[in-house]
């Protein structure tokens, strides 16, 4: 059973920036697509990135385009996210999930998932 640990996150200042890993045990990622996702208070949840299986494609949400980047390391079963440029709006948990590719329609759809880890903290305030 694949299971999947967040770790990196914390308080930030704007502009400040972060590096989430996401450890996976229990199986190799080489299978699995990894996405991220963040829920702030009183909303759901919704996608930041996502990455392939072989880590050959990558998706971001347009509210984060341009400031993360998502990478995948397949030797060390291991997701990063690095965040740039933050903002208060970036606050949240973020969690990572895992679900077997190819999705066959959009990448920040829940039901993609069936693996999800349980959310690290991220708080950008001055």
């Known amino acids: 059973q694949l299971q999947l640990v967040e770790s990196g996150g914390g308080l930030v200042q704007p502009g400040g920036s972060l590096r989430l890993s996401c450890a996976a045990s229990?199986?190799?990622?080489?299978?699995?697509?990894i996405g991220w996702f963040r829920q702030a208070p009183g909303k759901g949840r919704e996608g930041v990135s996502c990455i392939s299986s072989s880590g050959g494609n990558t998706m971001y949400a347009d509210s984060v385009k341009g400031r993360f980047t998502i990478s995948k390391d397949n030797a060390k079963n291991t997701v990063y996210l690095e965040m740039n440029s933050l903002k208060p709006e970036d606050t949240a948990v973020y969690y990572c999930a895992a679900g077997r590719w190819p999705f066959g329609s959009a990448w920040y759809l829940l039901v993609h998932y069936n693996y999800w880890g349980q959310g690290t903290q991220v708080t950008v305030s001055s």
């Open positions: 229990g199986d190799t990622l080489v299978h699995y697509a």
